[in-house]
């Protein structure tokens, strides 16, 4: 088989969380056109329901969308026991639920902070486990987080100090699990986007001027498009990344290479 033919991902099972929208809908859309079967998990039941009929007309895999709250234990295990019962396994998964916080650290209330950590590390953290029980069982299984160029870097001039923390943290949170069960069968990495011009983003009014200011500063002089980590994220679900565990992918347009 050639290399393009081992990179799709035909009969696999994967879930992707925070698929609604933006850059989890984009990754669930390339997982089922690269022939995967996709659980759509989202705290947005209707947004989900929404996506997981236009991926099925779209692409003909099958889908199901699953109601969850990456925060909650007991609803993120009993989303990875709905997938493993619907599908029989889990090959693959991408935990990308995310949000953003901006607020200068010395005004960001205790609520703003926990809320961030909660959902974009502390999610991360009760998926990545959960998946990664079920996985180390069959002996194999790619785990794929979302982190951001905002765990490697401060982005300004927005003050977004939580948000930064917790994107630092699951980088090292992957890499960790990487090293736990890289003799199990089970890979963890993350992928660390640039800014991405999602409908959400784009579409906002008060980020324009960001926007602008982002831009200026971007060596590509743009926003990256979520259709442009795709690629990487079909790479890291397959079986042509088998080397690849540990490994913190940058994707931002050179942004922070200087
Ligand atoms: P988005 O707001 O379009 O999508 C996030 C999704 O997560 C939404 O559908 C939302 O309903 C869901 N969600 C929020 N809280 C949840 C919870 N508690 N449980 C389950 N689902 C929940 O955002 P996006 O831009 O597509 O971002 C996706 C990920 O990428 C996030 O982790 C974000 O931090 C990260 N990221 C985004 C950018 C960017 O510029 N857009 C850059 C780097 C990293």
């Known amino acids: 088989m050639g290399i393009i033919e081992s990179m799709r991902l035909d009969g696999k099972a994967i879930y992707v969380t925070g698929a609604a929208s933006g850059i989890g809908k984009a990754?669930?859309?390339?997982f089922a056109e690269a022939g995967a079967d996709v659980a759509i998990v989202d705290i947005n039941l209707e947004g989900a329901e929404n996506v997981a009929k236009e991926i099925a007309e779209a692409t003909g895999s099958k889908t199901i969308a699953i109601q969850c709250d990456v925060t909650k234990k007991d609803q993120v295990e009993a989303m990875v026991a709905k997938v493993v019962d619907t599908y029989g396994k889990l090959d693959a998964c991408y935990n990308n639920a995310g949000i953003a916080v901006n607020a200068p650290a010395e005004e960001m209330t205790f609520e703003q902070w926990q809320k961030v950590i909660d959902?974009?590390?502390?999610?991360?953290f009760l998926c990545a486990t959960a998946a990664g029980r079920v996985m180390l069982k069959q002996g194999y299984g790619s785990i794929i987080n979302t982190a951001s160029m905002s765990g490697h870097i401060v982005n300004v001039p927005q003050p977004q100090c939580a948000y930064n923390a917790s994107k630092a943290g699951v980088s090292l949170l992957t890499k960790s699990l990487a090293v736990e069960w890289a003799k199990r069968g089970?890979?963890?990495?993350?992928?660390s986007p640039g800014y991405i011009g999602t409908e959400l983003i784009m579409n906002a009014e008060h980020l324009k001027p960001l926007i602008e200011q982002w831009n200026a500063m971007a060596p590509m002089g743009r926003l990256g498009k979520p259709e442009e980590l795709q690629s990487i994220l079909v790479y890291l679900a397959g079986d042509t990344s088998t080397f690849t565990t540990g490994s913190d992918i940058i994707v931002d347009g050179a942004f922070t290479c200087f």
Request: some cysteine.
């Open 27 to 30: 990754a669930a859309t390339a």
């Open 186 to 191: 089970v890979r963890v990495n993350c992928i």
């Open 119 to 124: 959902i974009n590390l502390t999610g991360v």
